[in-house]
């Protein structure tokens, strides 16, 4: 089976832009879950769906937003880009609602300049 | 204080050895405990995750959970140079919140 793919891989923007990210989830898994990684640090939550509803939200500013479609797959937009935002944004999918195993995708490494 | 504490290394051993990776926390509210390895420039992949206290192993991999001490373990028998990555531990609550993950360990297992 395949596992949490996303898209783009990579991607540069420029401060100020607005940038979406998608991913689709292992096939049966109906949550997804937004992760940001800085480089040296472990990933930071952001946002949780179950069932194309939030569920969860960390402690990121209004520009962030996501979505889930109904085929489970999601997306994560940011609007106004800061130099800071560059980060591997990482997306998670789960069997359940419980969140306890969380599989991961590659990842899409941001560039802002 | 950060609620996760884990020493980023690196950590360096030979080929074969056991290896010892820790985390300390301070959230009570935690109830499940992971771990991840992430290899440079991937996603992390979930190695493990326990719930209660005590030990839970799965092949070279033995998993550790000492609630009273705030305390979780990670033992690596009979190393090996492709088990060289950054570990992670996560840990979470009962209810929606996502994960809280330590800085990760970078390990460098010698030939």
């Known amino acids: 089976d395949a596992g949490v793919t996303q898209s783009p891989t990579h991607l540069i923007k420029t401060r100020g832009q607005h940038v979406t990210l998608r991913c689709s989830p292992i096939?049966?898994?109906?949550?997804v879950s937004w992760y940001q990684q800085v480089l040296g640090q472990g990933p930071q939550f952001i946002f949780q769906?179950?069932?194309?509803?939030?569920?969860g939200r960390g402690n990121f500013p209004d520009r962030f937003s996501a979505r889930q479609f109904p085929n489970y797959s999601s997306e994560l937009n940011v609007n106004a880009l800061l130099l800071g935002d560059s980060a591997l944004y990482l997306c998670?999918?789960?069997?359940?609602?419980?969140?306890?195993?969380?599989?991961f995708g590659p990842g899409t490494r941001l560039t802002v300049t | 204080q950060k609620e996760v504490e884990q020493d980023p290394g690196p950590l360096s051993v030979p080929e074969g050895a056991i290896v010892s990776l820790n985390c300390t926390y301070s959230?009570?509210?935690?109830?499940?405990f992971m771990w991840y390895r992430q290899y440079s420039r991937k996603g992390p992949e979930l190695l493990m995750y326990?719930?209660?206290?005590g030990n839970k192993e799965d092949g070279r991999f033995t998993a550790q959970v000492d609630k009273s001490s705030k305390y979780i373990s990670l033992f690596i028998r009979d190393s090996q140079p492709s088990d060289s990555a950054t570990y992670l531990c996560?840990?979470?609550?009962?209810?929606?919140?996502?994960?809280?993950f330590g800085k990760g360990t970078h390990l460098i297992i010698q030939p």
């Open positions: 326990t719930y209660s206290s």
């Open positions: 769906y179950y069932e194309k509803e939030e569920r």
């Open positions: 096939s049966g898994h109906k949550s």
């Open positions: 959230n009570s509210a935690f109830q499940y």
């Open positions: 998670a999918s789960s069997p359940d609602r419980r969140w306890r195993e969380q599989y």
């Open positions: 996560a840990m979470k609550g009962g209810g929606a919140d996502g994960l809280t």
